[in-house]
């Protein structure tokens, strides 16, 4: 009954790293999502994908870049950190378009 | 677009007491309204969720109620206890699903034993 695995958990970058997050589900479901949750704003879409081989834009796009080469993986990927994007990241998964999102326990990544 | 707001941002109450939280959305094309709770270190988990075509759903302790006229749906925790203190986030989908969710901004639930 794994669910929704991210890793990492926590995590440390310098201005200007990069960074692969990972997460994996074992749900087989087809929609899979990666969120960003900020103080005070609830969370916000960065990309999402609806199956094996797509990906596309959410809200909050820029600075980040997706991949679903597998359809239990969805990999968000910084190319160059900036502290904006000091955050809490959530991946999740969903069957089915407007039914329950099955979320990760997040990774908190802080740039510094 | 979709706009969801959330009040209160904060409840205290006391253990046993019943506790509200409530939600408007503004797009009329928003059709599901799923409730998350979330634990301190932890990532959401649906509690409770309402499609367009029912006014009210129930589950123990929990309720959910939606108005679709005046656009405002609201979550009911009845005898509150301590294990029911977290953030609460509400969410308007329409058919576009979670690719186009809107979440609120949630609220902290505390419960005072």
């Known amino acids: 009954n794994a669910g929704v695995t991210q890793t990492p958990k926590f995590r440390v970058l310098k201005t200007g790293q990069s960074m692969t997050l990972l997460c994996a589900q074992d749900m087989n479901h087809e929609y899979m999502y990666w969120y960003r949750q900020d103080p005070g704003m609830g969370l916000r879409l960065i990309h999402y994908?609806?199956?094996?081989?797509?990906?596309a834009k959410g809200e909050v796009p820029d600075g980040y870049n997706v991949s679903r080469l597998k359809k239990q993986n969805f990999l968000l990927g910084l190319e160059s950190a900036a502290p904006s994007q000091t955050s809490v990241y959530f991946c999740?998964?969903?069957?089915?378009?407007?039914?329950?999102?099955?979320f990760g326990q997040g990774t908190r990544l802080t740039v510094v | 677009g979709e706009n969801v707001e959330q009040h209160p941002s904060t409840l205290s109450v006391q253990e046993g007491d019943s506790a509200v939280i409530k939600c408007t959305y503004s797009?009329?094309?928003?059709?599901?309204f799923p409730w998350y709770k979330q634990e301190l270190g932890k990532g959401p988990q649906l509690i409770i969720d309402i499609r367009s075509n029912v006014g009210e759903k129930k589950d123990q302790r929990i309720a959910v109620t939606l108005n679709k006229t005046a656009k405002h749906f609201s979550l009911h925790i009845t005898e509150t206890q301590p294990e029911d203190s977290a953030v609460y986030f509400c969410a308007a989908l329409n058919s576009g699903g979670y690719q186009k969710v809107t979440f609120g901004t949630g609220t902290k639930l505390q419960v005072i034993p």
């Open positions: 999740a998964s969903s069957g089915e378009m407007n039914t329950e999102a099955f």
């Open positions: 994908s609806v199956g094996e081989g797509t990906t």
């Open positions: 797009d009329s094309a928003s059709n599901y």
